[in-house]
């Protein structure tokens, strides 16, 4: 192999690492997501749980957060639970960020 196979190689592999990364952290901003609207619709312990999963299963419905945040506003909206777009979206934004924390600690060990 070439120095530049061999990098290609690696830059291909911290590729796919990224990428995993990227997906655990959405996965797991998306489980915080869901808990955080559970507590505010008064679910908790297994409901809660239960409701985390769908919350997560929510986002492989399209490409991108609108399906994870229509499925967080519509179930807070029947349970007469009031939040705006705004305040759903910027509690993504801060869950990402926590999840974001919360897997690089794990990766450092």
């Known amino acids: 192999m070439t120095q530049f196979d061999d990098r290609e190689q690696a830059y291909e592999k911290e590729f796919a690492r990224n990428e995993e990364f990227d997906f655990k952290v959405n996965a797991r901003r998306n489980k915080l997501l869901g808990l955080w609207a559970a507590e505010k619709m008064g679910l908790s312990g297994d409901a809660a749980d239960a409701y985390a999963k769908e919350v997560i299963a929510s986002d492989f ?6 399906d994870v945040y229509q499925k967080v ?3 807070l909206s029947t349970k007469g639970v009031d939040f705006s777009e705004h305040q759903i979206r910027r509690e993504m934004e801060n869950l990402a960020i926590k999840a974001r924390e919360q897997m ?6």
């Open 104 to 109: 690089s600690a794990e990766l450092k060990g």
């Open 61 to 66: 419905e399209e490409a991108g957060d609108e």
């Open 73 to 75: 506003h519509g179930d």
